[in-house]
């Protein structure tokens, strides 16, 4: 067994438990969960960097997903741990992008890679806004290093 | 705020993570991923109780759900952290009781409380078999107090 | 194989897909799955009865599940469909119960039963209500055939 | 309301049911449940197309998905259905592209567009394998028009 990965490209890391109901008939993980590990790290994230998200009023997640993508790398056990490491690819007016790279805690190895293009918006009048200034300032703290 | 609960009629107590994921359209969580919860849980218990369970092999899980019930008392939410407890009500020849009693980990509120019958089952020949030795050995160290 | 069933003893039948993403790791549909069939039965009751479920606003759904439960009686494969088959089994005050049998329709064979008991609630105000007369009029219409 | 479309750009046209569940916190079907009707579109044309898919075996499925993306056009409701569109992007040695766009049924308009790279896969000797001939002339019936 390869030693776990201490360090990762990627600012932002964070872990979560893989459910047997992420497996499919194939028996790894479905390739759906991997797009929910995607959006429980940024749940991770927003908490971690205060980014309007209260609690669990609905109008404080003022963001909707753009567009999100994944290369498929490895397989993953549905009794392993994901390491959902992340960081900010780009920031614009209203949109930014969460770059992506996951891991199995257990062996090490990269598992998916891919990103997530998150757009800014305003639920009660149901158009995109500019990203709130605070929230600016968190996502350049977490900006991808180039490769 | 309720100061959480540190004692637990139910022998063994676990935790999971609530996901974004697990809310539905109403804002809380779905009861149908409560019974993800319990799920999960028998996962964490089949781990620490050695329960035949060696990994991702699917041989490996020699149960099958033949009942599941759960009263739902009070609504969690998505950004929780659900404790599992569990004990084992009775004991058959092939079968077992899961009791069930689930807390919101923030405010100490039992959220759900139910069981679930399990059949230990012989995937290869399609049909159940006698609890394993070993295994009935565990289940009794975790038997439900009687209330 | 057995032909499929044709009659039902529940009065409101409907269909659902199953979906690849139903089954699990043993390659059957997984027992959590289950509920989620009995939920879209629901709604699939509630398009059909008006029960105050005038689409897609969160209010028009004034109920929660207090109690569900299933007996697994025959396993589903991820490429049939399942029959879900409905009854009002008790009507009270502000709860009544939703009897419920599913069948696979490729073998018309049974594959779980049991029940939903389901509570009017007020969600903005935080506690039950009384059922609406109109929605008692429908269920009525639904009510299950004693045994 | 926009009358509902009657035409679409890819060959394969599929529909499907979406549910209660696929909905998220916000009110709105989640990101991820749109990644899983791209998966239950795959089971669609396989049953349509006769990819080898034989039912309910696992080792039927001879496929994995190295690549999935998606742009997220506009939202869809929970008590809507959706139009599942699809295309054969690019045909490989062992690698094919299902392009896709799915539409809301009720209103005609798209909901999202993107595409797909599925790896042909002998899961036995855990390796990728050629495209079987016979389903290399099922993916030509279906080619994407350029645009």
Known sequence: MTSPKTEYRLPFVTEMEIRFG???A???????A???FLEQGRVHFMKAGKGNLSGSGIRDFPYVVAHSEL???APLAYDDI?????????IGGSSFVFD???????????????????????????RSMPIPEEFRSTLKEYL???V
Do not use: Q, W
């Open 22 to 24: 992420d497996a499919d």
């Open 26 to 32: 194939i028996g790894h993980v479905n390739n759906v």
């Open 34 to 36: 991997f797009f929910r």
């Open 71 to 73: 290369d498929f790398v």
């Open 82 to 90: 994901v390491v959902i490491t992340m960081g900010i690819g780009r």
């Open 100 to 126: 992506y790279e996951l891991f199995s805690k257990r062996s090490g190895v990269m598992a998916a890679k891919g990103n997530v293009v998150m757009v800014c918006f305003d639920h009660d009048n149901n």
């Open 144 to 146: 991808t290093d180039p």
